[in-house]
């Protein structure tokens, strides 16, 4: 298992600014995911950080919008950039540690973003 | 990956064996079956997978049938604190790194009675 923190944990911004959230792990991981979570929805996966290249993104997410880094095998940000209410959401990571490509994965608590 | 199909919610007596089934009647033969649970206010918690064999473990049993074609999570004595959105993912696994992710659908609602 892996115990993930995020910060913040919740924030109000204004539209048009931007929001960097942070995901620390306590152990190296090979694969970490970030999600969204819109108002009453389910989970969506936004893209996947990958370590020391461009992050994969899903259809519908790109990367002027939510730039990610991947500095190294603990840490990973996601920006949410440009922001509108309709990117009100709790935005969450997530990590593989089995290396090996499985679904197993472990989440973090989330950031709840309200956009005014 | 196969789609899944689960009831929107059910209610179970606490300390009673909660059931929850799962559809997932177009998986393939090398599709996983997982089940994950999202507390309110919580990122999702992994329980359980499986493959062909029934699984378990501290959580919960996990119960496939022959033909594969669905499942079914049990928890054994139902607590107040497993009170969440259940769901069920069949999926191949991201070993091919971004051609498969987990698809979380709408889930089951369990909500456990006093």
């Known amino acids: 298992s892996a115990v993930i923190s995020q910060k913040p944990s919740r924030d109000i911004c204004q539209r048009g600014t931007s929001l960097t959230i942070q995901c620390q792990v306590d152990s190296q991981v090979t694969m970490m995911f970030w999600y969204r979570q819109q108002p009453g929805q389910s989970l969506t996966l936004i893209a996947t950080a990958n370590q020391g290249s461009e992050a994969t993104y899903e259809s519908g997410f790109v990367i002027d919008k939510f730039p990610i880094s991947r500095p190294n095998l603990t840490f990973s940000t996601l920006t949410v950039s440009n922001m509108s209410p309709e990117d009100s959401s709790i935005y969450l990571c997530s990590v593989d540690t089995s290396g090996r490509g499985t679904d197993t994965q472990y989440f973090g608590p989330g950031t709840r973003l309200t956009v005014l | 990956d196969a789609k899944t199909t689960q009831p929107p919610s059910m209610d179970c007596a606490e300390g009673r064996a909660a059931n929850l089934p799962c559809n997932h009647s177009t998986i393939s033969g090398n599709e996983y079956v997982y089940w994950y649970r999202q507390i309110h206010s919580q990122g999702p918690q992994y329980i359980i997978h499986?493959?062909?064999n029934n699984e378990t473990n501290e959580m919960a049993s996990l119960i496939i049938t022959e033909d594969r074609k669905s499942s079914t999570l049990i928890l054994p004595h139902a607590t107040l604190r497993d009170t969440a959105v259940y769901y069920c993912i069949v999926t191949r696994g991201i070993s091919n790194f971004g051609n498969e992710k987990l698809t979380f659908g709408t889930g089951t609602r369990l909500t456990i009675i006093p």
């Open positions: 499986g493959l062909k």
